[in-house]
């Protein structure tokens, strides 16, 4: 399931009662649109999920429990990344998770 990012301030959401959200920019801190943002590892077995971001590189993804997860980010022309984040009851889990290009050979 691939569901885009909304515009600022609008939030994607599915029934899970935690989430990560945040940006994904380039390194020099240029948003990112289109980039897939997705659940590579947690604490309980997780469903196929992502988001992609919006126009501004944000992006929002629900997590069906608290605890530690590995969340990555692709998008064309870059090298993927991951990144870990914790999500706690109540609280909402803000990531800035950079894309780098790959070295040219």
Known sequence: LVAPARRAGEL?????PFHHFGNGSDTGGRPVAQARVYYVRGPV???????LTNEEGE?????????????????DGFAPA???AAVR?????????????????
């Open 82 to 84: 991951v990144a870990t």
């Open 12 to 16: 994607w959401r599915i029934a899970y």
């Open 45 to 51: 077995a997780l469903q196929d999920v992502a988001a």
């Open 89 to 105: 009851r109540g609280q909402a889990t803000r990531l800035e998770l950079q894309l780098d290009r790959p070295a040219r050979r």
């Open 59 to 75: 992006f929002v993804l629900s997590a069906p429990a608290e605890g530690t997860y590995e969340i990555g980010i692709s998008a």
